[in-house]
């Protein structure tokens, strides 16, 4: 029997987790259940007679506090958890490498980037941000996107976000913040989500939030995939060359299979059907052998090009569009590897934007430098103590050698009686070396002041910017997302500042915000600190403007039914495949289907467990008893309802016409009779889903609200 992905990723004999295991960053090996001395012992290494009984008294007496083996093991499984992070906890892991294309010497003395023979392993964490660690992987949030860079040279974190700017500009509103966007304080509700009230009363008392609350209100905020979206650094960061010549850098992470995301509608109904959906599906890809890869990118600028720019390099909420500053690909990290264990790397992984190299150096954005501080700190009590560092995912994978001594957890063994320096006792070193990191000397003068720069003051020209280079189906969602974001917010005078906001960054935008709520004129007037202005289009800003035509990396969801066509299916098999993309069967049974050849073919999902939600494209390949019955079935219906209504192609059999009738389906270029003839066919299924969506199709059927 082929082995589906769902199979292969649900995997798990102990036979499997032996052969699989990696060694972890430092080359070591970790003691299994499964190493090739069987024997179970205890943490002390006592081996174990009986993993199923404790010891008691009798048969039927009292358990007996003398038992050692069962209290070991009952203290660790009570201390299993540790503080889940404060923001970023739901996260997803996976190792990988970056490679560059060509010396960047010019730029930066990074080790990392200066040879592209050399390959660098990293390990990468993508995360939403307000849900907890069991929440939901398509809330409307932001993704963290964070790499660690084993260099030669100590570890470099790019702890970055899939969108260039942020909430606010400085650190001291950070708690704020997220106080704000987290379940409420009293009711502890709603989880994983903007849309509610404190949100909205922080965000719309904070003019700072305007920009970075367009993208969150766009389709970036529910990506298809985690293979699928971008990264970026969001503070300007310092390159430095061997000469010590600095340059202004900005960093970006460009996925190559492009960027999309899902409806919300999608999005909603996705989190029901399976709430791991993003964890499952690049887990699944790498485990398959479809490695994630992202080219990595980067505006570079001098002092010139920031002074002649119209906002403040050290502003988080502001971007420099790359049609002012146009990306130069470095290289291309791949991700090749699943964790071998969640909770070693995935969730003890400590990442740092304080963690840099020679050759990379921070600027004075004042959102940076607060991180500077925070990452550490928070550390020190999720990982309990300073010695998180020795953890294997943490460890730099080139020398590491200093005084520093002891504390909790301390893991390595440093002999000798030297932990001083300098030191005559120990002529061998460690010692500094000129090669060693040096900051910018960047002249720093003024009062101390709590102060926030003038320079930072425009809070509505780059939001207005952004909204007018979405297309029309993106200024749409927006509006939508607005709409039913504030729909959840109780407090009235609260949607009315927010309105207000949105009329300063585009009429057009408010009033349809305002429509969209039944609150036509209700908006707060707000003076603006600084009056927007009107700066070009940028197209790079939309999704839709950039996309390719490619369906590698997607998922093609077949519906069948005894009675499908043997050599269609097939042939939609391949046609598929061809592209990179992969096919799931979905029956009405899980044992699958009998084609009219008489084969019995298994099944990937039925038909409530395999929503047309979890993909990307489908074909209805039902014979014609089949949708007899399929017609009856709501789960089918609504299956290829919903298909439509989130604007998928749709390959049909001329016998699906039924199905199709039931479910409303209203012929047009996005539904296509895979049988061939004139139009259509497979090459012209496989055309339009390489588009992903007919946008045409969705004026027809809905309206912003
Ligand atoms: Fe973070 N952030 N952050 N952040 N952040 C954390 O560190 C913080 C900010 C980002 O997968 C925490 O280890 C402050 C911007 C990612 O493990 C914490 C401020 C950006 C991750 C923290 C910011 C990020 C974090 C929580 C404002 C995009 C997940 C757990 C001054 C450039 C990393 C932890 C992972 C995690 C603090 C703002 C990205 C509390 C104080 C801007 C991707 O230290």
Redesign the pocket.
């Known amino acids: 029997m082929a082995r589906t992905p769902a199979s292969r990723s649900d995997s798990n004999s102990p036979a499997d987790a032996y052969a699989n295991r990696n060694p972890g960053p430092g080359g070591e090996t970790h003691q299994t259940a499964t190493s090739p001395d069987q024997t179970l012992t205890t943490n002390q290494g006592a081996p174990i007679s009986d993993n199923q009984n404790s010891l008691k008294a009798g048969a039927r007496g009292p358990t007996l506090l003398e038992d050692f083996i069962l209290r070991e093991k009952i203290t660790h499984f009570d201390h299993e958890r540790i503080p889940e ?4 906890a739901r ?1 997803s892991g996976a190792h990988g490498y970056f490679q560059p294309y060509e010396s960047c010497a010019k730029w930066t003395k990074a080790a990392f980037l200066q040879d592209p023979s050399v390959q660098t392993p990293v390990f990468v ?1 993508f ?1 939403t941000v307000a849900g907890g660690a069991g929440s939901v992987d398509l809330p409307r949030d932001v993704r ?3 790499v660690k860079f084993y260099t030669s040279e100590g570890n470099f974190d790019l ?3 899939n969108i260039p700017v ?1 909430f ?1 500009q400085d ?1 001291m509103k ?1 708690p704020d913040l997220v106080h704000s966007v987290k379940m409420e304080a009293d009711r502890a509700f709603p989880q994983a989500a903007s849309a509610h009230d404190t949100f909205w009363d922080f965000a719309s008392l904070s003019p700072e939030t305007t920009h970075m609350l367009l993208w969150a209100m766009s389709d970036r905020a529910i990506p298809r995939s985690l293979r699928m979206i971008e990264g ?4 300007t960061f310092r390159f430095i060359n061997e000469a010590g010549e600095s340059t202004f850098v900005k960093f970006h992470w460009r996925p190559m299979l492009g960027t999309a995301s899902v409806l919300w509608d999608e999005a909603l109904k996705i989190n029901g059907a399976d709430n791991d959906f993003h964890r499952r599906d690049l887990w699944n890809a790498i485990d398959s052998g479809d490695f994630p890869e992202w080219e990595f990118s980067v505006q570079v600028f001098d002092q010139a090009t920031a002074d002649a720019f119209e906002f403040d390099i050290l502003d ?1 909420t502001k971007l420099i569009p790359e049609e002012v500053v146009p990306l130069t690909k470095l290289g291309k990290m791949v991700l090749n590897r699943n964790p071998d264990n969640f909770f070693a790397e995935t969730e003890q ?5 304080g963690h840099v190299v020679p050759g990379i150096d921070f600027s004075n954005d004042p ?2 430098q ?2 500077l501080f ?2 550490t ?3 020190l009590s ?1 990982l309990g103590g300073p010695n998180f560092h020795e953890i294997p995912v943490n460890r730099p994978q080139c020398p590491m050698r200093n005084f520093q001594r002891d504390g909790l957890m301390r893991m390595n063994n440093p002999p000798g009686r030297a932990n001083y320096e300098p030191n005559s006792i120990a002529p061998e070193g460690p010692r500094e070396s000129p090669r060693g990191f040096h900051t910018v000397a960047d002249p720093v003068e003024g009062g101390k002041v709590r102060e926030r720069s003038e320079t930072f003051s425009d809070h509505y020209s780059q939001a207005r910017q952004f909204f007018r280079s979405q297309t029309e189906p993106e200024q749409q969602h927006i509006i939508s997302a607005f709409a039913f974001e504030l729909a959840k917010v109780a407090i009235v005078p609260i949607r009315q500042r927010v309105l207000g906001h949105l009329h300063l960054v585009e009429p057009k935008l408010g009033k349809a915000v305002e429509a969209a709520l039944g609150m036509e004129g209700q908006a707060e007037q707000i003076k603006p600190a600084k009056a927007p202005i009107d700066l070009p289009d940028s197209p790079t800003l939309s999704i839709i403007k950039k996309a390719v035509p490619i369906l590698k990396g997607r998922k093609v969801g077949v519906l069948v039914t005894d009675g499908a066509d043997d050599k269609l299916l097939a042939d939609v098999r391949s046609a598929v495949e061809a592209e990179g993309a992969m096919v799931e069967l979905v029956a009405p049974k899980i044992g699958g289907v009998k084609t009219a050849g008489g084969k019995q073919l298994p099944a990937d999902h039925t038909i409530s467990g395999g929503p047309s939600v979890v993909f990307d494209a489908v074909v209805l390949a039902v014979s014609k008893d089949g949708v007899a019955a399929l017609v009856k079935e709501a789960a089918a219906v609504e299956w290829v309802q919903n298909a439509f209504a989130h604007l998928k192609f749709i390959g049909h059999t001329s016998t699906a016409k039924p199905l199709m009738d039931k479910a409303s389906v209203v012929p047009d270029a996005g539904v296509i009779a895979i049988e061939g003839g004139s139009e259509g066919g497979i090459d012209a299924f496989i055309t339009g889903a390489k588009t992903h969506r007919l946008w045409e199709r969705e004026p027809t059927l809905r309206t912003p609200g």
């Open positions: 992070r404060i923001v970023h996260g964490r995360s963290g996107f964070a702890v970055g976000n942020f606010i650190a950070f970026f650094g969001v503070h988080a992984v400590a990442f740092h934007p959102l940076l607060g991180r925070s990452y700190d928070t550390q999720r």
